[in-house]
């Protein structure tokens, strides 16, 4: 007999008793009807009906932890950054140890341009995350370039996104792009060219990460004054219709 049945009997025997206990007091008025005038019997009345109480139902919130994060990363797809906050949070209030909520929120901040908050909310996520989880390669990834866009302290960003490489090599290609970009910002040339070929070679036929390792690569050879390989990055940027 599970709670939610249980909760139900309880209720139903309550409501019969309070309507035996009217009919009672109905029949008790109608004995003695003759004895008020109408105004009194009106005020009488309506103190019996507001004594006969109300029945409050509360809804629960009929999603799991999981929906409301999977639905906090469709708005963030799309855009809809309040509403995938909001989803975020829902899924923490229903379990306040849950990774992904909050590297959805690091995410949100991160968009944000609010790099602070982004920072503490990827660290919640790897602290909530066992050591040699995979997905804790994602974290941080984005932590990293939290501390590349924050200006921070670039060789702790080299550290994290070896790391990164270290939890999850199937998804070398972002960790070896983020660890270019590092090493581009650190005037290791020859390091990030290694790393950018290496990510360019590893990526999946995915137009997205492509476009993102070879605007990478643009951005080193600029730097570097290489411009015959720089023609070659352009060239295949626009035919990749950047």
Not at 108 to 137: C, H, M, Q, V
Not at 201 to 226: R, S
């Amino acid at each position: 007999m599970g709670k939610d049945w249980i909760w139900h009997y309880i209720n139903c025997a309550r409501r019969e008793m309070m309507y035996k206990n009217r009919m009672r007091m109905g029949l008790r008025l109608k004995s003695g009807l003759r004895n008020f005038s109408t105004s009194t019997l009106a005020c009488l009345f309506s103190i019996l009906w507001g004594c006969a109480g109300h029945q409050i139902i509360i809804t629960k919130d009929p999603l799991s932890v999981e929906e409301h994060i999977k639905l906090g990363q469709a708005y963030e797809i799309k855009g809809e950054l309040e509403l995938a906050l909001q989803e975020y949070e829902k899924g923490l209030e229903k379990d306040n140890t849950n990774c992904m909520g909050y590297f959805g929120i690091g995410n949100i901040y991160y968009k944000k341009g609010n790099l602070s908050d982004a920072e503490t909310f990827y660290k919640k996520a790897i602290e909530y995350t066992d050591a040699d989880d995979p997905r804790n390669g994602l974290f941080y990834n984005n932590l990293s370039w939290v501390y590349i866009e924050g200006n921070k302290d670039l060789k702790q960003a080299e550290t994290f996104a070896q790391r990164a490489l270290s939890l999850d090599p199937s998804m070398s290609f972002v960790y070896l792009d983020t660890l270019g970009v590092v090493y581009t910002r650190l005037n290791e040339f020859e390091k990030a060219e290694e790393a950018l070929l290496s990510a360019l070679k590893n990526a999946p036929d995915d137009k997205d990460a492509l476009i993102q390792i070879n605007t990478h690569l643009f951005e080193l050879y600029e730097i570097t004054g290489n411009r015959n390989k720089l023609n070659e990055v352009s060239q295949r940027l626009q035919g990749l219709g950047k």
